[in-house]
């Protein structure tokens, strides 16, 4: 079955760094786009960055320059590297595919204080 782990969360400062990790399991990982959301209370989930299987990349307007996404098909993990992080970068990150369906991570909590 399809298993989407997330780790890497936590609390940074302002300007600080946090690299998110997503592990992968159970279906053929290199073939599928992978993504990144997240969500605030209240608010629905919203794409933060995507990563295809021929490494095209895309990000919302609010993380370029500062979010990088990247795989390891290797390792069947996707990151997600969050650099300058602003207290509007605070939410819970999902990682997500569509094999047929979505399938969603746990999420992990990113927490930035001013």
């Known amino acids: 079955q399809v298993q989407l782990v997330e780790s890497g969360g936590g609390l940074a400062q302002s300007g600080g760094s946090l690299r998110l990790s997503c592990a992968a399991s159970g279906f053929a990982f290199s073939a599928y786009r992978m993504s990144w959301y997240r969500q605030v209370p209240g608010k629905e989930r919203a794409l933060v960055a995507a990563i295809r299987a021929n490494n095209y990349t895309e990000y919302a307007d609010s993380v370029k320059g500062r979010f990088t996404i990247s795989r390891d098909n290797a390792k069947a993990t996707v990151y997600l590297q969050m650099n300058s992080l602003m207290p509007e970068d605070t939410a819970v990150y999902y990682c997500?595919?569509?094999?047929?369906?979505?399938?969603w991570g746990q999420g992990t909590q990113v927490t930035v204080s001013s």
């Open positions: 997500r595919a569509w094999i047929n369906r979505e399938y």
